[in-house]
């Protein structure tokens, strides 16, 4: 059972324009959320969190907003460069016991 | 700025034997947590420790154990190894058990021959 869910296996944008992922949940107790960039042979990197007290969250050309009622949160890079292209994790935790638990990424390709 | 460390980066093994992870954490992070990533798969989590003390478990298997030491950092125990132990492992570490950023380790790819 995926309890945080990355539909979109691939997303490619032109170098400039804004790239939006997205990332679902269906566990309501989840209450911390965190983007992760990946690189080939690399370690997650982490780009941004936001609390389910807020609804949005910046921090220079990311932008992540959550949508509890929805159970969906979402990245958005702007502008886009192709340095940006690597696998974007979802990730979520709850309560006490801090693990995450990851979606299953999202290849991130800028074109230039 | 440290970041966390973990070695070997890479681990060739035979089914049936043992292997150990390190990992080190950033200097004054106090949690480590350890995760799996199959081929194919988002990480799943494994163990986590608070102060040398474990803080949770997840979807370790009994043949592994781990633990952190006095100077936090931490080592995965793989016993009896099978093939589908191949993956790579991340410890990624936090300072305190709240609401913290986990930073993770460039990971351990082990594989099983």
Do not use: A, T
């Given at each position: 059972d995926q309890q945080v869910k990355q539909n979109s296996p691939s997303l490619s944008v032109q170098e400039g324009r804004i790239s939006i992922l997205n990332c679902d949940y269906t566990n309501s107790m989840f209450d911390y959320f965190l983007w992760y960039k990946k690189y080939p042979a690399e370690g997650p990197t982490f780009l941004i969190s936001i609390s389910s007290i807020k609804d949005k969250n910046e921090d220079g050309r990311f932008t992540v907003f959550l949508n509890k009622s929805a159970k969906h949160l979402s990245l958005h890079i702007v502008p886009s460069q192709p340095g940006d292209s690597a696998v974007y994790f979802c990730a979520a935790s709850s309560g006490s016991a801090r693990q995450l638990t990851f979606g299953s990424g999202t290849q991130l390709t800028v074109l230039p | 700025a440290a970041g966390v460390i973990q070695s070997p980066r890479h681990l060739i093994k035979e089914k049936r034997e043992t292997a150990t992870l390190k990992c080190y954490p950033i200097p004054r992070h106090d949690t480590v947590y350890w995760y799996q990533q199959g081929p194919g798969q988002d990480p799943q989590f494994l163990i986590s420790f608070y102060e040398k003390m474990q803080s949770d478990k997840g979807?370790?298997?009994?043949?592994f154990s781990a633990q952190q030491f006095s100077d936090y950092h931490s080592e995965l125990n793989m016993s009896?190894?099978?093939?589908?132990?191949s993956a790579l492992y991340f410890c990624a570490s936090s300072s305190g058990r709240g609401r913290e950023t986990q930073y993770f380790g460039p990971g351990t790819r082990l594989l099983v021959l």
């Open positions: - | 979807s370790i298997p009994d043949r009896s190894l099978e093939l589908g132990d």
